[in-house]
């Protein structure tokens, strides 16, 4: 008995699985191919789903600041009220706030040198705490927004902005500005690229009122508690809101998703995307079984238990998954790096890859319940027909 178990077991099944697949390359190759783009498309959707997430909290999560004090009733970060700047000096004055400075986040018109308007977001602040402004700066030094009329933009948005080098000469709201530096991957999900330059700069070219701000943004003492702190920020400074910085950052991300719709119309792609790789994956999976209906009905005629038949049809599921899932996986991160490049974020981060290969094993196998039926429903007696 044992020996006759022995020709049913796992080694086998998986041998006959591969055998199989491979049997017709012409169909292997087609099924794989069907698989990796289903891979891709669920890759690229998902991506795309994370890359607006990130884009909405960006400047918030690359701000080393602990809280955020807003205008009262503000949602997200980049559509806000004013504020008057002696909130800053109260803000300074409570326990446990170990730094807090001003930061000027303004919509103004950007003037490009040969012409024509493009709406821009104008960032400002304080360069000598280092709390906020740009990074991943790969063109110019930090040092060169001290400068009058100085900003900084990013290389993504170079030709929507008509700049081609550092020192090109724009206008800022009818004021004169120079670009002395560049960013890399610094993007805006509204669109409107952003624009660094020192405090005082932003609020000139800005057109903002003196005393007034956008934001306060601080640091707290090692040894403070935050959410007593901002309560007491809170209680001083009745006209504002006061956030930590991971709760502003979820008001942000939560507004521009669900709020807006925006969000909603990208997670329903991603959804789709995924549907559409379950229906491409079943249908390539589903005719390979079927293909091989007549040799699953000689293992039914031989004697086959019905557990082997299974393990032979969720083995094509595991090879395919493989064969087919990592290559898509890889595509998805090469077209992901290139996204790197382009206005539109695609984020397809490495750990990404298992739960990827995870929806793709789950997408064969569940594909193969189709099949399975099929193939249990077959008479041995067809074998022996002609």
């Not at 000469?169 to 690229?193: D, L, Y």
């Not at 040894?223 to 504002?240: E, G, S, Y």
């Not at 040799?295 to 082997?308: H, Y």
Request: with cysteine; glycine share 8%.
């Amino acid at each position: 008995m044992k020996r006759g178990r022995s020709h049913w077991g796992a080694g086998m099944a998986g041998l006959l699985a591969w055998r199989n697949l491979a049997h017709d390359r012409s169909r292997f190759v087609v099924t794989l191919v069907g698989i990796i783009f289903a891979v891709v498309l669920i890759a690229m959707q998902i991506g795309l789903f994370l890359g607006f997430s990130d884009s909405t909290t960006t400047i918030i999560r690359h701000t080393n600041a602990d809280f955020w004090i807003v205008a009262k009733g503000s949602q997200n970060f980049e559509v806000t009220l004013p504020i008057n700047e002696r909130e800053l000096y109260l803000a300074r004055s409570v326990p446990g706030v170990a730094q807090a400075e001003a930061l000027l986040v303004q919509f103004t018109l950007w003037k490009k040198p040969d012409g024509g308007n493009e709406s821009v977001i104008v960032l400002g602040s304080n360069l000598n705490t280092g709390l906020a402004g740009p990074w991943h700066i790969v063109e110019g030094q930090l040092e060169d927004l001290r400068r009058p009329d100085a900003v900084m933009i990013d290389r993504v948005f170079l030709d929507k902005l008509g700049v081609s080098t550092v020192g090109t000469r724009v206008e800022i709201n009818g004021r004169r500005a120079i670009v002395v530096g560049f960013t890399q991957g610094i993007r805006s999900f509204t669109t409107s690229p952003w624009v660094f330059a020192s405090y005082r700069n932003a609020q000139y070219l800005s057109g903002f009122a003196e005393d007034a701000t956008n934001y306060v943004i601080g640091r707290l003492h090692p040894d403070a508690d935050p959410a007593r702190v901002r309560d007491a920020l809170a209680q001083i400074l009745p006209r504002t809101d006061v956030y930590l910085s991971e709760q502003f950052a979820t008001r942000t991300r939560d507004y521009w998703m669900f709020t807006t719709g925006a969000g909603a119309s990208v997670l329903i792609s991603a959804v789709l995307g995924l549907l559409v790789g379950v229906v491409i994956v079943a249908q390539v999976l589903y005719a390979t079984t079927v293909d091989h209906l007549p040799e699953f009905g000689t293992l039914s005629a031989m004697g086959a238990p019905r557990a082997f038949i299974y393990k032979v049809i969720l083995g094509q599921a595991v090879i395919s998954a493989t064969l087919g899932g990592l290559p898509g996986i890889a595509v998805s991160m090469i077209i992901a790096k290139g996204s790197e490049s382009t206005a539109a974020a695609i984020l397809v981060p490495p750990w990404l890859v298992a739960p990827l290969y995870g929806i793709t094993l789950a997408m064969c196998i569940l594909a193969s319940v189709a099949s399975i039926r099929k193939a249990m429903s077959i008479d041995p007696a067809m074998v022996f027909q002609r």
